[in-house]
Every structure is written in structure tokens, then in C-alpha cells.
């Protein structure tokens, strides 16, 4: 008989993808909900892999410190239920007693108080081992908690932006930066604490990496379309890439008035658009977390991003995105 476990781990894409959905100001409800998981996951998700940052004291999720404690999880776990393949009594005690419907806490009770069998492992010990390779045979004998394959039904997905088209059809000029005229552009939003709609949509050039910022009054998707157009004034377009956010319903606006077809990530992989994501947490170094953007004004998004604009960046040899865009004929 097989046996499949139910839950799956929360894989690296998906902690990055999380870190970028709460800086967003997404609920754990929401997040569950775009990444196909349950409430619970993404709640016990930021609760143990959260870090408190010892400059500022503001615990937070971050992608990076979850994949490391997760790493290190996995590993302590992965040598928990070695004691019991290491003892074959141990081993056949457990196997015997669970064939007699005894659960892994009165396995785990019963070895504690009798000491003089010379053996003694936890409740977490025994399911670590029964969720383990070596374990998983026996599950069929757990009351509860056992491995049943997953019934899958076919769901009509529900398309919000019409006619999109995908990253994959992008040309590879966009891809690899080596034209100029391409652009990546997305939002960031004000703390839910504040109830307020207005946003920043922000505008990066993926070979200079020049950024501009405007402040809207709220995502609709109207609106949104003309801040971008308004920020790209008379510069050539040749292609934009975006995300899935129901504010990029008006992509064929956008088109229409420059000529250049608007690209969309994949679902849930921000990393895709990566040059306006690393902007958007250079933005929110002047502009933090918690931050309602009805009380910013555009000359305070300007001279930040102005700043952001002249500094040197690794990525262009150290010259600034300002240098860059000059040097290339984009302003």
C-alpha cells in the first residue's frame, strides 16, 4: 500500500513570493489564497521563520532568514527519528505496538514511565520517523493523521486581466538588457493599518535601471495606467513587464499609446520582474513599511528617488542609473 503525504514544504519561490505579497500589504489570507496554500501554512509560516532585526527591532519575514531556518529545521529533523532506526528493539517495539493501535503518544508515554526497557523517544520523535521514508509503511495503522493521496479537481481558472500576454513571448532583447526602451513597472501600496488607497506606481528602465515614482490615489486601473504613461512622457517604449495586480487591467491603454506590448510574470513569480521589485525596496528605505502614502508628497517621492538615481550601483560598474541613462540617449 502507498501512502502520500498531503503537505508539501513551502518551497524557495514560494518564500520569496511571500516576503514580496506581505511588504505589499497583503493579508495571510490573501497570500494563502494566491499561493494555492492553506491559512494555516502561511500563518505558522511567518510566525517561526520571522527575524527581529537587531538595528531597528522590527520583526519581520524576509525569504532569505526563512530559507536558512528552514534549512536548518530540515535537518534537525531529518535526524530525529534516526535513534529509532539506529535500535532495531526500539524499532520492533514501535512497529508492534502500533499494529496494536496504540498511537504515538501512549508509545511515547508508555517507553517514558517504563524506563527499565532502556529506551525512550518523543511524541515529535515517532511522527518525525512515521513521516519519514522509513515510517511511512507503517501510517496505516495511525487513527488519524496518515497519508491519503490528494483528489485534485479541475478548476476553471479565472482570468481578471483580459488578453494578456505572457513573459515567455517577450523578445530576448528585453530579456537580456541589451536594448534600451524597456521597461518593468508595479505598485506599492500604503499600510492596511491606514486604510488608504493611495499607492506609488513606479517605472523602471531594465537596462539603465533609471527609476521613476508617482504617487496615485488608488490602484484602479485606470488611474494607474496614466501615471505610468504620464512617468515614461516622450521617451520610446519598446516593451513593458509587469505583474498579474488587477491595476494592470488597463494594459491595452497603455499599448495603444506607445506601440509596445505589455508582458505579464508568470503568476505569483515576482522575481520576474526583478530590476522594479529591487526598486521598490530601494523606495522603501525612504519610505518604510507602515508608510500612508496620502500624506507623501510628489517632491518627497522625487528627491528619493533622485537619490536613488545618482548613487553608484554594482550592476552598472559602479556608475549611477542617472550616468547610464544619459549615456544610452534615454533622457
Not at 515510517?135 to 493523521?145: D, H
Not at 478548476?155 to 505572457?166: F, G, L
Not at 538588457?177 to 513606479?202: C, W
Not at 522594479?276 to 508608510?291: C, D, L, S, W
Request: with cysteine; glycine share 4%.
Amino acid at each position: 500500500m502507498k501512502h502520500k503525504n498531503i503537505y508539501t514544504g513551502l518551497s524557495d519561490a514560494e518564500r520569496s513570493e511571500i516576503e514580496i505579497l506581505t511588504n505589499k500589504g497583503y493579508s495571510q489570507r490573501k497570500i494563502a489564497t494566491a499561493l494555492k496554500r492553506s491559512p494555516n501554512t502561511i500563518s505558522r509560516e511567518i510566525k517561526v521563520n520571522s527575524v527581529e532585526d537587531q538595528l531597528t527591532g522590527v520583526v519581520g519575514y524576509t525569504a532569505k532568514k526563512a530559507k536558512q531556518k528552514s534549512r536548518v529545521s530540515r535537518r534537525s529533523r531529518r535526524f530525529q527519528w534516526q535513534k529509532i532506526e539506529q535500535h532495531k528493539l526500539l524499532r520492533d517495539f514501535i512497529i508492534s505496538k502500533l499494529q496494536l493501535h496504540w498511537s504515538p503518544n501512549e508509545i511515547a508515554g508508555y517507553l517514558k514511565d517504563h524506563s527499565e526497557l532502556g529506551y525512550c523517544v518523543s511524541n515529535r520523535q515517532l511522527y518525525a520517523w512515521l513521516y519519514s521514508s522509513r515510517g511511512q509503511p507503517y501510517c496505516q495503522y495511525l487513527y488519524s493523521e496518515r497519508y491519503h493521496p490528494k483528489k485534485r479537481t479541475k478548476q476553471t481558472e479565472r482570468v481578471m486581466i483580459p488578453d494578456r500576454t505572457s513573459i515567455t513571448e517577450r523578445p530576448l532583447a528585453a530579456a537580456d538588457r541589451a536594448q534600451v526602451g524597456h521597461y518593468e513597472y508595479d505598485s506599492v501600496v500604503s499600510s492596511k493599518r491606514s486604510k488608504s488607497t493611495f499607492a506609488l506606481a513606479v517605472l523602471v528602465e531594465r537596462t539603465s535601471r533609471l527609476v521613476s515614482a508617482r504617487v496615485v490615489p488608488n490602484l484602479r486601473p485606470e488611474p494607474f495606467a496614466a501615471a505610468i504613461l504620464q512617468q515614461l512622457g516622450a521617451r520610446q517604449a519598446r516593451s513593458f513587464t509587469t505583474d498579474n495586480g488587477i491595476e494592470n487591467k488597463q494594459h491595452r491603454v497603455i499599448t495603444e499609446q506607445t506601440g509596445a506590448t505589455v508582458y505579464f510574470t508568470d503568476p505569483y513569480s515576482s522575481w520576474q520582474k526583478g530590476g522594479v521589485e529591487n526598486a521598490n525596496k530601494m523606495i522603501r528605505r525612504y519610505f518604510p513599511k507602515g508608510t500612508d502614502f496620502s500624506t507623501v508628497t510628489q517632491l518627497m517621492v522625487d528627491q528619493a528617488v533622485a537619490l536613488i538615481n545618482q548613487k553608484p550601483r554594482m550592476v552598472l560598474g559602479f556608475k549611477s542609473a542617472l550616468q547610464c541613462a544619459y549615456e544610452k540617449g534615454i533622457i
